[in-house]
Every structure is written in C-alpha cells, then in structure tokens.
C-alpha cells in the first residue's frame, strides 16, 4: 500500500531533550516536506527537500532541523525541544519537485505535547 | 500574501442531504488547488487536485470546482453519509512556491452527518 508513515505517532517529552520524529514513504517520492498544525493558525511548512541531499526552510523554520539522506526518509530532528512547539506534525511527500503539478500525500500525524 | 479561507467553520447536516463546501483564496496567481479531508488520528488524505486550468474534478460523490479568477472553489458532496463526517480542508499552490512545494490551508470545515 502506497503511504507516508511516521513514528511516533504521539509523544509527549521535557523541555530541551532532543527527538526524532521519523517519516518514511514507500511511492519513490522525490519531494518531502513538514507542516505543522496548530488552532487558529492551521498547517504552515517548516522544512522542505526537493530530492536526496537538498532540503530548505519554510515558513516557520526555528527550532528544527531535517535531513535527507535516502530518498525514502526525511526526519525532523528537534535539538532542543520547548513548549511552543507543542503541536501536531504531519509529513508529506509529492512525485515530484515540480509540485504544482502533483498532489501531496500526506502523513497519519504525530502528536506532540513538551512540558 | 496569499490567505485562504473557508466558511462556514462547521455544519452539520442530516444524512442523505447534497451540500457545498466553499473554500475562498485572495491571489488567483495559484498553479493549483487541492481538496483534503481530515479524520482525527488518521491525517489528511487527498481527495481532488484541480490545476489552474481546469475548472472541476469528480471522484465518486465528490465534485469540486475552481473559479480562479474569483478566488473560488465549492468541495459537492452528494447524497451525505455519516462516514463524510470529518474536517474538510482545501490548500492552494500560490505561484512562486514551484520551488518550494508549500502549500497555503484553510482552516477548514468540520462537517457532522446525523443518521
């Protein structure tokens, strides 16, 4: 079954103590990116990678990091993890880096709550 | 700045009844407009991209119809059933995110279908 998949699913942790929320696609995807969700102010991009090797900041940036080493992973790394970015993750992946062209696939979610 | 709205926040209908979901987007400079759906715990999935140079798009009882150059698009749901309850969300491809693949959300509207 085609499908983006991330883990965990849902985490709650302690400021400044790093993670890794994992996303993985199995449709040979060479565009994959990161929203966030949040009340009020909906999904906005954090990071984006347009293939292997090639990522980018969106709109709300701060605070994470990614990498793109295989083209089927793309992993959001919080160093130093603060309340504000309590929120829930959604990863999303597109054939192509010509994504106005394709639909995006999106992720079950990842719930995260820092205290 | 590209701002998409969708109104009404929430409806709720009972079952068997057509209704319209009315998404709304400031700049009509959009390579496409993608409709999701969102279910909690499950995430989005995608249920119709319409390119900039069409005007309508149908999977199964969904039809959904883009007016760019009024900034409109309607999401049709026929012959409503409970199992359509869920949080409907439309996102737009603002020209100049080729390179980027963001895509610009709604807040979305959460539809309840009684039995």
């Known amino acids: 079954e085609a499908q983006v998949t991330q883990n965990p699913r849902y985490l709650i942790t302690v400021t400044g103590k790093k993670l890794t929320v994992t996303c993985s696609q199995n449709?040979?995807?060479?565009?994959m990116s990161w929203y966030r969700q949040d009340p009020g102010l909906g999904l906005r991009q954090i990071y984006y990678?347009?293939?292997?090797?090639?990522?980018d900041k969106g709109d709300v940036p701060e605070g994470y990091k990614v990498s793109r080493k295989e083209k089927r992973n793309f992993p959001l790394i919080l160093e130093s993890p603060s309340p504000n970015q309590t929120s829930l993750y959604f990863c999303?992946?597109?054939?192509?880096?010509?994504?106005?062209?394709?639909?995006?696939?999106f992720g079950p979610g990842t719930r995260l709550t820092v205290t | 700045k590209q701002e998409v709205t969708q109104i009404p926040a929430a409806l709720s209908v009972p079952e068997g009844e057509n209704l319209v979901l009315n998404c709304s987007f400031t700049?009509?400079?959009?390579?496409?407009l993608q409709w999701f759906r969102q279910d909690p715990g499950k995430g989005l999935t995608s249920l119709l991209l319409?390119?900039?140079?069409?005007r309508e798009q149908t999977s199964g009882r969904l039809n959904a119809s883009l007016d760019k150059s009024s900034g409109r698009s309607t999401l049709y749901i026929a012959a409503s059933q409970p199992g359509d309850s869920a949080t409907y969300l439309c996102?737009?491809?603002?020209?100049?995110?080729?390179?980027?693949?963001?895509?610009?959300f709604g807040q979305g509207t959460t539809l309840q279908v009684k039995p």
């Open positions: 319409i390119q900039s140079s069409q």
């Open positions: 990678s347009m293939n292997v090797e090639v990522t």
């Open positions: 999303a992946s597109s054939l192509s880096w010509s994504v106005s062209t394709y639909e995006q696939y």
């Open positions: 700049d009509s400079a959009i390579y496409n």
């Open positions: 449709m040979n995807h060479e565009y």
């Open positions: 996102a737009v491809s603002p020209h100049g995110s080729s390179n980027t693949g963001k895509l610009i």
